[in-house]
């Protein structure tokens, strides 16, 4: 089970089972289309680290998504 | 035409001069700094009689075009020795393009015994009048006095008593839509030009008569529409309006960069005491005159700005930005979002900028003035610097100097500016952009983070780096609020159409991106002949010595990665 947490945001956690280890991109557009949340901009910390897109993530794997804004 | 006012101020005299230009037409950012540029000495005495000041506003003003009535204010900075353009939100823009100005030059000084003025713009005079019933006063005592006086409705530009002493952290306020001088152009040290020209205030009043002429009314309302859609469509943006920057704690503890007890780590532990859910659920809780989201001008879509109340419901603070509670909160190891917001308002009385302070303290409480998370000793700290103590003039004299004094090594600044809320170490885009920017440490442009596929590498982070100082300089270059960024970061096109029925002038997207690069090629040229060298872009020794802790990384950007990123 890969958990997907999108930070400052109301969605609920998402838990997504996943067969193999797959790009980031598609789990979170799967996760994203679950929660009801129109992605944009993210930037994604896997297990502690930040990963792109094309990374894989795998069963037990958690991730955080932010919004990617920036400071003021 | 575009016209701008020069007012001597030992004189008194004034002149009002036209031009038609391009660099007229942009503002802003794109016409202060190459009124610095011609008409500055780079090797003046920024304090002195031969340096300027300008006051410029951007190519959408006092329009229906939201969050573009930002003003832009240049010269020579005090702090760095190079070039400064520092901009604020808060309605003199908006007076001012009802005055029918572009441009307000503060020129030459009169001696230093002169008594403080107030210069008045109306659509009838200029006027220099007495201001020295506000010397000595806080900025929010300032600001009620110029309220009462003016009405709430004039655009006010103020310093506090830091500026009056000359110390080189301090900034400009300029009142905001309830005339409270609470939006500051804070870095740089200008507040400390605009007193060195013994002008303690400058007020445009409210009885302008210049209306925007569009070329096409009926395209220009279509594209103001338009960018309101897209502000409001824009998830990153709509994230602005619920949580504002405040957002960014959570993300940079993620990321391993909220500066945290002197930039000597990147996380803080209990970082969530102090993130944007915590200040959102405070506000809300508390109610009274808190206020989540809030315009700094008017039009905004995107409110990002907030009221923080006090636990009676009062107005504590307002606004309360990341780059702030970073800087006086992880960085002073505080934890308490009463303690920042109490931090921020005696720095906005005393008209200091809250990230060089910021900066600054976090090296006297390194050499052991007071302790890290001690919320008492930091503000009364805090509160030396608003009653000009000799330690709170060191500290309101910015990092680098407190450093020097107090005997840091670990200074974080670069040029001598103390550097934004994101550790270098973690961030190697972000550090890049603070080496190679011509403002010294600096964020609002050349902001990386949010694309940076491995931050800890510095590889391809000079051309990271140069290409978000082209995007984020785009609306420092037409007087626009820099979150409007994220909706036309891909296209210009809907800003520049709205030039192009407003004023008959087509400006392409490449021809745009050539005046943004040619002002940061201009701003390095001054600094250059000022006297700053490639060994002034860089951190701290430390910061290339000591490894952060969480991820091992020191800075290994060389110079000759500086110079490229400097290179326009």
Redesign the interface.
């Known amino acids: 089970m890969v958990t997907v947490t999108f930070k400052l945001s109301e969605a609920p956690p998402v838990s997504l089972t996943i067969d193999q280890p797959q790009p980031l991109q598609s789990v979170l557009d799967a996760a994203a289309r679950q929660a009801g949340v129109d992605l944009g901009g993210f930037i994604a910390v896997c297990n502690g680290r930040v990963i792109t897109g094309q990374e894989l993530v795998a069963e037990d794997d958690s991730v955080e998504v932010f919004p990617a804004i920036s400071g003021g | 035409m575009f016209s701008i006012l020069r007012i001597n101020t030992a004189t008194g005299e004034t002149k009002r001069e036209s031009y038609d230009t391009k660099e007229y037409l942009l503002g802003a950012r794109t016409l202060s700094s190459r009124l610095v540029s011609q008409e500055v000495k780079p090797t003046c005495d920024p304090l002195g009689r031969h340096n300027k000041l300008f006051f410029c506003t951007g190519a959408l003003v006092g329009t229906t075009v939201s969050s573009s009535d930002r003003v832009s204010i240049g010269g020579k900075s005090p702090l760095t020795g190079g070039i400064k353009e520092s901009n604020a939100g808060g309605v003199v823009g908006t007076r001012m393009a009802e005055q029918g100005l572009r441009c307000i030059a503060l020129e030459d000084a009169p001696k230093a015994d002169a008594g403080w003025k107030i210069i008045v713009i109306g659509k009838d005079k200029v006027e220099m009048i007495d201001g020295e019933f506000l010397a000595g006063k806080g900025v929010y005592e300032k600001s009620d006095l110029l309220s009462e006086k003016f009405g709430k409705k004039a655009g006010c530009i103020t310093v506090g008593p830091t500026a009056e002493k000359l110390l080189v952290a301090s900034g400009i306020a300029c009142s905001d839509p309830h005339g409270v001088c609470s939006r500051y152009a804070g870095r740089g040290g200008l507040g400390a030009v605009m007193a060195s020209k013994k002008v303690i205030a400058m007020v445009i009043l409210p009885d302008g008569e210049v209306k925007p002429n569009y070329v096409d009314p009926e395209a220009f309302k279509a594209g103001s529409k338009k960018i309101v859609h897209l502000l409001k469509e824009?998830?990153?943006s709509s994230?602005?309006t619920?949580?504002g920057?405040a957002?960014?704690v959570?993300?940079c503890q993620?990321?391993n960069v909220l500066p945290t007890g002197n930039f000597r780590q990147g996380t803080m532990e209990d970082a969530e005491k102090i993130n944007?859910?915590t200040m959102y659920d405070t506000i809300k809780e508390r109610g009274g005159e808190g206020r989540t989201q809030h315009a700094c001008m008017l039009p905004c879509a995107i409110q990002?700005s907030n009221v923080y109340p006090d636990k009676d419901g009062k107005l504590l603070c307002s606004p309360i930005?990341?780059?702030t509670m970073?800087l006086m909160g992880s960085n002073l190891c505080l934890k308490n979002l009463d303690t920042i917001a109490k931090m921020n308002r005696i720095s906005n009385d005393a008209g200091v900028d809250t990230l060089e302070v910021g900066a600054a303290m976090g090296v006297a409480l390194e050499a052991g003035i007071a302790e890290f998370g001690d919320d008492e000793a930091i503000l009364a700290l805090m509160q030396e610097v608003r009653d000009l103590t000799p330690m709170g003039r060191i500290l309101a004299s910015g990092c680098k100097v407190a450093a020097k004094v107090l005997g840091v090594r670990h200074a974080p600044h670069v040029l001598g500016q103390g550097i934004?809320?994101?550790e270098p170490r973690g961030t190697k885009g972000m550090a890049m952009t603070y080496l190679s920017s011509p403002m010294g440490g600096d964020?609002?442009f050349g902001?990386t983070?949010?694309?940076?596929?491995?931050?800890t590498s510095k590889e391809g982070k000079v051309g990271l780096s140069k290409k978000f100082q082209v995007i984020g300089s785009r609306m420092d270059a037409m007087g626009t609020c820099?979150?409007v960024r994220?909706s036309v970061r891909n296209d210009m096109s809907p800003l520049l159409d709205l030039m192009k029925a407003m004023y008959d002038v087509e400006i392409t997207a490449e021809e745009f991106d050539d005046f943004v690069k040619e002002t940061l090629r201009i701003e390095h040229q001054f600094n250059t002949d000022a006297g700053i060298t490639l060994a002034d872009h860089r951190f701290s020794e430390t910061f290339y010595e000591e490894q952060q802790p969480e991820t091992g990384e020191k800075i290994d950007i060389t110079d000759e990665e500086v110079a490229e990123a400097c290179r326009w």
């Open positions: 824009n998830p990153v994230k602005f619920k949580y920057t957002a960014m959570d993300i993620a990321l944007a859910q990002c930005e990341y780059e970073a934004p809320a994101y964020h609002t902001f983070l949010r694309d940076e596929e491995v931050p820099n979150f994220y």
